[in-house]
Structures are given as C-alpha cells and as structure tokens.
C-alpha cells in the first residue's frame, strides 16, 4: 500500500492543514462558548458573592466566558488568594459545554485526516495528532489573555489538558476513525482514493 506524500508521518502539508485546524477549533470552540454561555456566566458572577467580592464581576464578558472555555476543557480558573478552582461551567449551569471541546476536536482530526487524504488508520491517528501544534499555541495564549486581575485558568492545566492531552486524544480518535473510513472505502472501490 502507497501513501500519497500527503500522509507521510510529519509531511509538511500535514502539518500545516493541523496547526490552522487546531487554532481554527480553538476559536470556533471559543466563539460557540461565547454564544451559547455569555449571559448565564454574566448572572452566575454577579449573583456569587465570592466571584463579585475577588472582582470578576467587573470583568469583560469576553474574559469570563474564557474561564467556562477553560472549564470545559477541565483546567480550573483560580482566583487570587483562594485555594483551589472555581468551577465556572457548573456555576453558570451550562455543563452541555464540557461536550464541546471533544467533538470539535474529533472533527478537527477527522477534518485534518480527510484533507491530508489518508488510505489507513495508522495515518489518519498521525494526522489528527497534528491539531495539537495549533490548540496548544492558542491555548496558553489564551489562558494568559482571560486572565484578569489575579483570576485566570491554571496555566500549566491549561497547557498540558486544554492544549495537549484534549486535541492529542480527541484530534487522534478523530484522524484515525476518517483512516478506517476511507481505508473501508478503498477496499469496497478496490482503487486507491485521491
């Protein structure tokens, strides 16, 4: 069985179609946090007295609604001189959005696999992989940017779950059920797939 250069462990167009994938997830994940969850997070921190007193009721929506993108990604939100983690999506009462990390990211690797045309399984694990090149990137970067006056997401959390255990898990699922997929194909067709 030949593979197109496309599905070469580590091919540059690979690569490339994980990194703008992983980044792309990452802010469609965000944007649909933000839709579906702005204004049930805005009443869970105004109505907390815990939250109103550390200051997050003075903060941006769009930092709040990081934290429950954090949250659903399990990587807890810290406020400043209180141990342990606030847990924003159960406070909102918007725990549906602990599903939207990990389907996005199984389509992410599906789509990253489907784009690089893998033939096999093996390759379609090492397509979706690559999603995480990208997540991880956007993933400290916005810890660091929703953090607000000492209330952010545990950045080492937010590295190693939010941006590499998560894509690496869900994008490899994905990438490899896409190789199953096209591999049955390939047989039924008995042509190689382009």
């Not at 993108?69 to 549906?96: C, E, K």
């Not at 990137?137 to 660091?144: N, P, V």
């Amino acid at each position: 069985m030949s593979q197109s250069p496309h599905t070469e462990s580590g091919g540059t167009a690979t690569v490339v179609y994980g990194a703008i994938v992983g980044i792309t997830v990452y802010v469609v994940g965000y944007l649909v946090t933000y839709a579906t969850a702005a204004s049930a997070v805005n009443r869970a921190v105004q109505g907390n007295v815990r939250l109103t007193d550390a200051g997050a009721a003075s903060a941006p929506a769009w930092k709040a609604v990081g934290w429950v993108f954090y949250d659903a990604h399990l990587v807890g939100t810290r406020l400043p001189d209180v141990s342990g983690h606030v847990d924003f999506v159960g406070l909102s009462g918007v725990q549906f959005l602990y599903l939207v990390p990990p389907l996005f990211l199984l389509a992410a690797g599906g789509i990253v696999a489907y784009l690089a045309r893998v033939d096999d399984p093996k390759a379609g694990v090492q397509a979706g992989l690559t999603i995480a090149i990208g997540y991880l990137l956007f993933a400290i970067i916005g810890a660091i940017l929703v953090s607000f006056v000492g209330i952010q997401p545990d950045l080492l959390r937010a590295a190693v779950v939010a941006g590499i255990v998560y894509p690496v898990a869900c994008g490899a699922i994905g990438g490899g059920l896409v190789g199953v997929l096209r591999a049955d194909r390939r047989e039924i067709i008995g042509t190689p797939l382009s």
